[in-house]
């Protein structure tokens, strides 16, 4: 694991390495984390830009996320990595009590082709979103969806892809008023 790698400082590359298979559904989580709180508007679009680029490398079928060299190559402070570990060990232990691995169907190579075109979605919802409340349900969406695959949990993905339903449905009404209200205005 990381503790084997040798330095002060780790790489964005040599954390990459040791996630293997599960480095893309914790790409997802993180991207998804920034906007389960009122955020900024240049916050959602960059994490939706960000999330499109990993959801279109799950939907061309890769095996581990590629990540220009630059940002591979950039080092983080190894106690900053420990840190970060021990905090999120105990949340992670509490969702393990009760997610297992269940519908295996996101396992297979044609089902996280499905769930890379789902993600791709889901971020450019997230690119559009309504300012503040708008990005908030497809945030949790996309933790839920990057958890569930972490753990393996189908039916977490299906909570978090319910939620991201009802926040793709809430951005749709958002934009429907905007063009309305436009539209009446100019008697259109």
């Known amino acids: 694991m990381l503790a084997s790698q040798e330095g002060d400082r780790l790489t964005v590359g040599d954390i990459v390495a040791v996630l293997r298979d599960r480095a893309f559904a914790l790409l997802v989580v993180l991207l998804g984390l920034p906007n ?3 955020m900024p ?13 990993v959801a279109a490398q799950i939907a061309a079928g890769m095996s581990a996320p590629w990540l220009p060299r630059m940002l591979l190559e950039r080092s ?8 970060a570990v021990k905090r999120a060990v105990p ?15 996101f396992e297979s190579a044609l ?4 769930m890379g075109l789902i993600l791709l979605t889901l971020a450019m919802a997230l690119i559009v979103a309504a300012p503040v ?28 892809l319910g939620i991201g339903a009802l926040g793709v449905a809430l951005n749709a009404g958002f934009v429907y008023a905007i063009v309305a209200g436009i539209m009446s205005l100019f008697h259109l």
């Open 133 to 160: 409340v708008g990005q908030i349900p497809l945030g949790l969406a996309v933790c839920l969806v990057g958890l569930g695959l972490v753990e393996r949990d189908g039916v977490v993905v299906l909570v978090g």
């Open 41 to 53: 508007p240049p916050i959602p679009l960059i994490c939706g830009l960000l999330l499109m680029l």
């Open 111 to 114: 089902g996280m082709r499905g």
């Open 36 to 38: 389960c709180l009122p």
């Open 76 to 83: 983080i402070a190894r106690s900053d990595v420990e840190r």
């Open 91 to 105: 949340l992670l232990r509490r969702l393990e009590r009760w997610s297992r691995p269940r519908m295996s169907v």
